[in-house]
């Protein structure tokens, strides 16, 4: 073993270079003074962010609970509007009288043009369902309920068109059987 170990010449390359003084009088006790102030001090820092994180907690408590009266006061001021409920139920009342005549019909010549006309009530009852949802957000709810309005005369007057050609149709069945008979 000639060679000596990596460390072992660390060692002997440094020797004489190590500071071997003796603490001045008093150090430790310095020392546990500084490590009891930091202690003390990583303590305090320690509660700041719990009252951080309650004060932050309380903001958004606060912002929501203004923000959902805004909305609900904003639903309360459309479905409070008593005028608008009134129109709101005539023209459902009146929708339902028309879906009923048009179901009570039983023609087989009439029969696709019924079941064209229910897929065109659904496709305007899922556009009336989108108006009631955009009432709730922000914005000009006097257009969203002219809109809303527009759609239940909509869906009336697509009822009452198919309910004419209905009757034609009837008609001119009668009247071709009517010339026709010897």
């Known amino acids: 073993m000639n060679k000596q170990d990596p460390i072992e010449q660390l060692f002997t390359s440094l020797e004489g270079q190590f500071d071997t003084e003796m603490p001045a009088p008093g150090h430790e006790a ?13 303590a305090k820092e320690r509660k700041r962010p719990i009252w ?25 001021a459309i479905e409070a509007d008593p ?10 009342s009146v929708l339902k009288t028309e879906i009923e005549k048009l179901e009570a019909e039983n023609d087989p010549i009439a029969k696709k043009l019924v079941d064209d006309t229910m897929l065109q009530l659904g496709k305007l009852e899922a556009d ?3 108006l ?11 257009l969203i309920l002219h809109a809303m309005i527009t759609n239940f005369q909509t869906r009336i007057n697509l009822l009452q068109d198919v309910l004419n050609k209905i ?16």
């Open 30 to 42: 310095r020392f546990l003074k500084k490590l009891q102030d930091t202690e003390q001090s990583k």
């Open 52 to 76: 951080t994180i309650v004060s932050i907690a309380a903001s958004i408590a606060l912002i929501l609970t203004v923000g959902l009266q805004i909305v609900q006061q904003n639903n309360s």
């Open 83 to 92: 005028e608008f409920a009134k129109t709101e139920n005539y023209f459902a």
């Open 128 to 130: 009336y369902a989108k």
């Open 132 to 142: 009631k949802e955009a009432v709730d957000q922000p914005g000009d709810q006097k």
């Open 167 to 182: 009757e034609e149709i009837k008609n001119l069945k009668n009247d071709n059987y009517e010339n026709h008979v010897i």
